[in-house]
């Protein structure tokens, strides 16, 4: 019994952890996106080069973000 609320209390606190973080991520993440995106014209071509690169990255980590919250929904909170 204490081991299955040990284990649901961890569960429940990792899942938490997780969301409040990609929150803060994914709100600061839109913010660059925007300013990048908006800036793209004027950009030359090293800078536009380099902005792509930074897109490019902030959608490799929302991807892993979708698939961490993936396994996190299989991680079960009521063990038997």
Known sequence: MVDRDVWRIAAERLKQGFERRMSEATGTMEEVEKLLKSSEKK??????????AYMERIENVREMGERLQTFLKLVPTNPI
């Open 43 to 52: 950009l030359n071509g090293d800078d536009r080069k380099t902005a792509r």
